[in-house]
């Protein structure tokens, strides 16, 4: 059966904790599992980290990477997604996909001709996840038993921090206006998934009291424009700022998916201040990719 990576839980813990060891292992002892073949990459949604950490990703696993955009490929437009699946798989030893709607990549999968990698829906970022989960582990340690506090909107990118903080022992804690939080569901889901504890707050500094590790997110995500003015109002208070992160443990860290926007989502001090972790973050999501295409291919 050909496997596929388009959420976090698409993983055991177990196999969560391996991918993290792939990440970290020289590069030449994964072999060329790409070797004279293609990787399609496909964006609905343009990307700067998301194609170069991809990109070379392929370069390193020996493969070809050809970048598409979502317009030339045109899903559901010009031809149905599962043809253009089918198409892709002839020419190509895995696809990749960053798309608007999750369900595009659950139907590229849906063939099962080679693995298929969601590098972003509207549900989940599960690649980010994993280089999020591989940050915090070099800095961290073992991440049994530690806190993640994330402070935002509750979108894909907190969704799939949550879940892959959970499989891996985490207590989890969440900072979010009311409107923009997560619904019980989703908060008992992680519960079942192995967090310790998991809660919900509407004051940040609730949430990111004693927390190992803060992350937050843009409040304005791509296609969210036109709403810029009401959710800049609505995230006021949610800046993380050196104050916020006092409240910390002293040795905590923060992260950020970015882009980031200084004076918004976080304050310069901490974005470029000394808890700051971003570009190792950001490094991460090669590493990622290559570890989650590498075991799809079948490396161990």
Not at 59 to 66: E, K
Request: charged share 25%.
């Amino acid at each position: 059966m050909t496997r596929s990576f388009l959420d976090v839980t698409d993983c055991t813990p177990d196999e969560i904790r391996a991918l993290l060891d792939l990440a970290e292992r020289p590069i030449e002892s994964l072999g060329r599992p790409l070797a004279g073949q293609g990787a399609a990459l496909i964006f609905e949604k343009p990307s700067n980290r998301t194609r170069h950490s991809t990109e070379m990703a392929v370069v390193q696993l020996g493969g070809h990477p050809v970048y598409t955009r979502g317009e030339e490929v045109g899903f559901d437009v010009r031809e149905p997604v599962e043809d253009i699946a089918r198409v892709l798989a002839g020419y190509h030893g895995l696809l990749a996909a960053r798309v608007f709607d999750h369900d595009v990549a659950v139907r590229l999968a849906s063939t099962g001709d080679v693995p298929v990698v969601n590098m972003l829906s509207d549900r989940s970022h599960p690649l980010q996840a994993v280089a999020d989960a591989l940050t915090m582990r070099q800095h961290l340690g073992d991440l049994a038993g530690k806190t993640v506090a994330y402070v935002g909107d509750y979108n894909n990118v907190s969704r799939s921090l949550g879940e892959i903080a959970a499989m891996l022992g985490m207590h989890v804690r969440f900072a979010c206006p009311n409107g923009f939080d997560a619904d019980e569901s989703e908060l008992e889901r992680l519960l079942v998934l192995g967090a310790p504890s998991v809660s919900q707050s509407a004051r940040p500094a609730e949430a990111v009291a004693g927390a190992h590790a803060v992350h937050t997110d843009t409040w304005v995500s791509m296609g969210q424009e036109d709403d810029k003015d009401a959710r800049r109002q609505a995230f006021e208070g949610y800046t993380v700022d050196a104050e916020m992160m006092r409240g910390a443990d002293p040795t905590a860290v923060f992260m950020h998916c970015l882009p980031a926007y200084r004076g918004f989502e976080v304050s310069a001090d901490v974005i470029d201040g000394p808890p700051s972790v971003v570009f190792e973050q950001a490094h991460n999501r090669m590493h990622a990719a290559r570890a989650v295409m590498a075991f799809l291919l079948g490396v161990r």
